[in-house]
Nanobody
């Protein structure tokens, strides 16, 4: 059984940094893409960062230059490094992995940016 578990969220002041982790407990074969999404109250879920199986990355303008997605295959873990955080970054952050067997989502971790 595949499970994705996010961690690393919390309360941060504007301008601060956080590193989110997403650990996979089961094997996911033929991974085509790994991504982070976020959803703020009353808003649609939006893509934050994506990394493909060959290592290419993509970010929306809202986070480009501030967020970095990465992975550690040996630990079956992906990360989202978030720098220069803004109040508008406040949301629940979700990791997603797309593989041969389907699409898997984590349960989410809360990130709050406030003074």
């Amino acid at each position: 059984q595949v499970q994705l578990v996010e961690s690393g969220g919390g309360l941060v002041q504007p301008g601060g940094s956080l590193r989110l982790s997403c650990a996979a407990s089961g094997s996911i074969f033929r991974i085509s893409a790994m991504a982070w999404y976020r959803q703020a109250p009353g808003k649609q879920r939006e893509l934050v960062a994506v990394i493909t199986s060959i290592g290419s990355t993509n970010y929306p303008d809202s986070v480009k230059g501030r967020f970095t997605i990465s992975r550690d295959n040996a630990k079956n873990t992906m990360y989202l490094q978030m720098n220069s955080l803004k109040p508008e970054d406040t949301a629940v952050y979700y990791c997603k992995v797309e593989g041969l067997g389907g699409i898997y989502w984590g349960q989410g971790t809360q990130v709050t940016v406030s003074s």
